[in-house]
């Protein structure tokens, strides 16, 4: 079973926020600067963790991933009703 999660971070070195948007990007939607939107299942949301671990420095970064509640309905204001060029979203 799929879960949505918000990954959000704040990371203090910018050669590892590249590596860390880069793995994000290809995970996962990316909403806004340091917000990405993923569809995971159990196993993936442990890998994720585990590779977000390996890519950042506890010590000095932050990275968080709150789950959604279950629902098709997001809500958005301003110019969050836009998508990314190119991207489609699938809930499950």
């Known amino acids: ?42 196993p993936e949301l442990e890998s ?7 890519l950042i420095e506890a010590t000095s970064d932050d990275v968080r991933l709150y789950p959604l509640p279950s629902g098709d309905v997001i809500q958005s204001l301003g110019l969050a009703d836009r998508l990314p060029e190119g991207a489609a979203v699938h809930l499950p």
Request: glycine fraction near 4%; proline fraction near 2%.
């Open 1 to 42: 079973m799929r879960a949505r999660y918000l990954v959000c971070y704040d990371i203090a070195d910018p050669r590892r926020l590249a590596k860390v948007y880069r793995y994000l990007k290809g995970e996962g939607l990316h909403l806004q600067f340091s917000v990405f939107l993923a569809s995971l299942t159990w």
């Open 48 to 54: 994720m963790k585990n590779e977000l671990a390996r």
